[in-house]
């Protein structure tokens, strides 16, 4: 098991991998550093600079105003808000249940969920220059996980947590100013966040200002700009299966959100000759471990900042990207929610989520376990499978929805039969074209509740 560098917790953080340049774009084509620096410096002028921590909402996707207000914060300027989504009932509750009274935006507007609405003056704003009053220990920001597995819940992090993470995927992975990153994921999630806004902040990279989602858009924009990086996630992979190579250009793909399957994984290494990078981490841990199975890597390898250990098949981790405020043992070590086994001598294979293991009738059942039986019978693409509350909310009842060809229910339940107890058959199993899925990739829970709902 790996053991972290002992002071990566408590080093102050160099904002910069590579020496600064004003006039290299940070947004290909779009906003350069020096633009992006200059409106942090305005940003702490019209929000409030060092000591005016407050909270601004970013109700943008710009991910060179997502950069300046992180700049600004970090500078002990207000703490920045992501919310989980722009639409006006989300940005009213966030409103409500944090008291932010001005949000960023991209176009003028003059109310937004009663808050001040400001567009950021891109093109009227003089150059700047990385500041010296860097804050990294302090709050920074705060973001919404996107509630695939319940309520959206508002996590805290430090520039320490961001930053530090965001250097060492610069180092790990050799980025540099010669790369040219396109990105899938909405910055306003943390993989996004992070591989889009403060690895290339840190890195001296570019980021292409387009978030191609469709599988024709995707290899059109790796390839137009010749983009050496890909941030995607596990649909999207599937979806360029039969699209072919994206272009000599690309060196590196990174997939995360979710569980690659391993055929989407092995096609896309087919035609490219490139592994897909697998990122293990949640919102609130931040990244916890990587694997490339086009290098025979079965398990994760944990960071090499990361300490970790298993017990009773659930993972542990202490780490530098971990938020304030999650519950840690007296070593420092949270416990997360995945089961876990040890896979080899340095790394672990995932066995699920431990509230994936539910009772019906007083009998265990494990929902990975169904749905990994779904996953290989004729037909089916995806599947994924719940326990739900029945009617008097004191029994759970388990469904599964599938993603593929119609496939009779009975059917599905008549091959699981041959596996499975009959209290751990599904009562009701529904086929889809597609799972439905929010935009960072996730599956969009609501939407499946409401399709399993009396």
């Known amino acids: 098991m790996t053991t972290p560098d002992p002071g990566a917790q408590q080093t102050a953080v160099s904002l910069r991998a590579e020496p600064f340049e004003a006039r290299r774009e940070f947004v290909a084509g779009g906003a350069t550093f020096g633009e992006v620096h200059g409106m942090a410096a305005w940003l702490g002028t019209r929000l409030g600079g060092t000591g005016q921590r407050g909270t601004v909402c970013l109700a943008t996707e710009n991910r060179a105003s997502i950069a300046a207000a992180l700049l600004n914060s970090l500078a002990g300027g207000p703490v920045v808000l992501l919310p989980h989504g722009f639409s006006d009932q989300i940005l009213a ?42 804050r ?15 309520a959206p819940q508002l996590w805290p992090k430090t520039g320490t947590n961001l930053l530090a993470e965001a250097l060492f995927l610069a180092d790990r992975f050799a980025v540099s100013p010669t790369d040219r990153i396109v990105a899938t ?18 890195s001296g990279a ?9 599988p024709e858009e995707i290899v059109r924009t790796v390839r137009t700009w010749q983009a050496t990086i890909l941030v995607g996630v596990p649909p999207q992979y599937r979806a360029l299966r039969g699209k072919g190579p994206l272009g000599p250009s690309l060196r590196r793909a990174f997939s995360s959100a979710g569980m690659l399957d391993a055929e989407d994984n092995a096609e896309f290494c087919r035609h490219n000759r490139l592994g897909i990078v697998e990122v293990y981490g949640s919102t609130e841990t931040g990244g916890i471990g990587l694997r490339n199975r086009f290098q025979g890597e079965a398990g994760f390898t944990p960071y090499p900042t990361v300490d970790w250990h298993i017990r009773d098949e659930r993972l542990s981790i202490r780490s530098p990207y971990l938020s304030p405020g ?20 340095t790394g672990f294979q995932l066995k699920g989520r431990a509230d994936s293991i539910t009772k019906v009738g007083g009998k265990r059942v494990d929902l990975e376990e169904i749905r990994g039986a779904i996953r290989q019978l004729a037909g089916v693409a995806d599947c994924l499978v719940l326990a739900l509350p029945d009617a008097g909310g004191r029994e759970h009842r388990i469904v599964a929805l599938v993603e593929g060809e119609p496939v009779p229910a009975e059917a599905i339940r008549a091959a699981l039969a041959a596996r499975f107890e009959p209290h751990a058959l599904p009562r009701a199993v529904k086929t889809v074209e597609r799972l439905p899925l929010k935009a960072n990739g996730k599956v969009d829970r609501e939407a499946v509740l409401r399709l399993f709902a009396p």
Not at 118 to 133: F, H, T
Not at 327 to 343: I, K, N, S, Y
């Open 185 to 202: 994921v909405s910055p306003a999630h943390i993989y996004g966040l992070l591989y889009s806004v403060l690895l290339p902040l840190v």
């Open 136 to 150: 990294p220990k302090g709050e920074l920001l705060r973001l919404y996980t996107g509630g695939s597995t319940g």
């Open 326 to 345: 999650l519950p840690r043992d007296a070593e420092g070590f949270f416990r997360t929610g995945d089961r876990v086994e040890l896979a080899g001598t």
């Open 206 to 214: 570019s980021v292409v200002p387009d978030s191609p989602s469709f």
């Open 93 to 134: 509750g966030m409103r409500q249940a944090t008291g932010c009274t001005v949000a960023l935006v991209d176009t003028d507007r003059e109310e937004l969920a009663d808050m001040e609405a400001i567009r950021p003056p891109w093109g009227e704003i003089p150059d700047g220059s990385p500041r010296s009053d860097a």
